[in-house]
Antibody
């Protein structure tokens, strides 16, 4: 069974930066596309970004394009999300998720989430 | 505003059958697989239905999914109190981005 563990969430001021990490274990990390999904307090799920298994392609939601960067280190079995120019509306839980089938938004493993709070 | 449209709430009594709809367009639901997620408060979502109508191992056969054209549906039969949760549909969009529905809060009366 696989496991994903996020970290890096914190309280940050508007305009600030944060880097989230997601460490995987128990499965062949380099064989799967990975995604970030977020959830504002009391709100629904929002897709944020994804990265192909080899890091060659990356896609972003319009709400984060140009501010967030998704990356991965397949030697360390770790997924990252670099978040710059943070806004209040970026506040929420951030989940990393493994995509079981390519480009189908079929997430069979999720992390427990890490909380990002953007506030002055 | 979500691109995939779900009713914000649904309800039923124990033993009843409840259906939750998910409406999209030709670039997402109409052309890609629909997946459904179940989420309890304070926990990560869990994959409930994948590829329109497939159940992962361990998911009760009381849950079923279907898709027709640009609409999909999640049905829960023999409703139980432990089914009370939030349910989300999701599909990839041909514009190369992921789409979630706004979520449906299911209440077991």
């Amino acid at each position: 069974q696989g496991q994903l563990v996020e970290s890096g969430g914190d309280v940050v001021q508007p305009g600030g930066s944060l880097r989230l990490s997601c460490v995987s274990s128990g499965f062949n990390f380099r064989g799967f596309a990975m995604h970030w999904v977020r959830q504002a307090p009391g709100k629904g799920l929002e897709w944020v970004a994804d990265i192909w298994f080899d890091g060659s392609k990356k896609y972003y939601a319009d709400s984060v394009k140009g501010r967030f960067t998704i990356s991965r280190d397949n030697l360390k079995d770790t997924l990252y999300l670099q978040m710059n120019r943070l806004r209040a509306e970026d506040t929420g839980f951030y989940y990393c998720a493994r995509e079981a089938r390519w480009q189908q938004l079929e997430f069979d493993f999720w992390g427990q989430g890490t909380l990002v709070a953007v506030s002055s | 505003q979500s691109v995939l449209t779900q009713p914000p709430s649904a309800s039923g009594t124990p033993g009843q059958r409840v259906a939750i709809s998910c409406s999209g367009s030709s670039s997402n639901v109409g052309n890609n697989a629909v997946n459904w997620y179940q989420q309890f408060p304070g926990t990560a979502p869990k994959l409930l239905i994948y590829n329109n109508d497939q159940r992962p191992a361990g998911v009760s056969d009381r849950f079923s999914g279907s898709k027709s054209g640009t609409s999909a549906s999640l049905a829960i039969s023999g409703l139980q109190s432990e089914d009370e949760a939030d349910y989300y549909c999701a599909a990839w969009d041909d514009s190369m981005r992921g789409m979630f529905g706004g979520g449906t809060k299911l209440t077991v009366l």
